[in-house]
């Protein structure tokens, strides 16, 4: 998995400044999104990949378009000049 970590990082970084933006908790963004709460919180900091149905849940309840959700991530990866490096998989 290279290459992906600074993406993953924006995803949650836009995730949780829409969250924060509308005054949810991690936890209600969960419920209204049907999503786990340690999934939203693994998006959150770029730790977990979210499926496709997780991406749709997740707009939805920020009251965003997959596609607006996915643009402001990559407005935010401008930010993130200095990809860490992502960790290697082990078998």
């Known amino acids: ?13 836009a ?7 509308q005054g949810l908790s991690r936890s209600r963004l ?3 999104a049907d999503l ?12 977990h990949d979210p499926s496709y149905d997780s991406l749709l849940s997740l707009a ?4 965003e378009t ?4 996915i643009a402001r ?3 935010v990866s401008e930010h993130f000049a200095d990809a860490r490096a992502c960790p290697e ?3």
């Open 1 to 13: 998995m290279t290459g992906r970590c600074w993406q993953l990082d924006s995803l949650g970084s």
């Open 15 to 21: 995730v949780r400044e829409l969250r924060k933006g």
């Open 30 to 32: 969960a419920f209204v």
């Open 36 to 47: 786990d709460d340690y999934l939203v919180a693994a998006i959150e900091r770029g730790e």
């Open 60 to 63: 939805e309840a920020l009251d």
């Open 66 to 69: 997959p596609t607006a959700l």
């Open 73 to 75: 991530a990559a407005r």
């Open 89 to 91: 998989k082990t078998s």
